[in-house]
């Protein structure tokens, strides 16, 4: 499976943005994706996830009031809405994808990831 990861840019505080990640050369519907996220000099952190099969959604708490993960199953993407950005949000966002058959729910592992999108919010 192949991940494609687009949309970061820079932006200003409260802005928002969309990020995409198209996903190709297998069949959509038969994965589980996520989003995460590595700002300069910290950990990578898991920002939400969602399953292409049911389309149930999974967010980080710190998160899910700003964030939004969908998806487009015509088009084979993922989405991760992100409003009211904060200078703290400026990170590498990545994308990951995960066979159904692989995984729980939510996701502990990923098998596959895209990379990576830049995002930078300044105040």
């Known amino acids: 499976v192949q991940l494609q990861a687009s949309g970061g840019g820079s932006v200003q505080t409260g802005d928002s943005l969309r990020l995409s990640c198209r996903l190709s050369?297998?069949?959509?519907?038969?994965?589980?994706m996520g989003w995460f996220r590595q700002a300069p000099g910290k950990e990578r952190e898991f920002v939400a996830a969602?399953?292409?099969?049911?389309?149930?959604?999974y967010s980080a708490d710190s998160m899910k009031d700003r964030f939004t993960i969908s998806r487009d199953d015509a088009k084979n993407t993922v989405y991760l809405q992100m409003n009211s950005l904060k200078p703290e949000d400026t990170a590498v966002y990545y994308c990951?994808?995960?066979?159904?058959?692989?995984?729980?729910?939510?996701?502990?592992?990923?098998?596959?990831w895209g990379q990576g999108t830049l995002v930078t919010v300044s105040s």
């Open positions: 969602i399953s292409l099969s049911s389309g149930a959604t």
């Open positions: 990951a994808a995960v066979s159904v058959s692989h995984s729980s729910w939510p996701p502990a592992r990923y098998d596959a």
């Open positions: 050369g297998r069949t959509f519907s038969r994965y589980r």
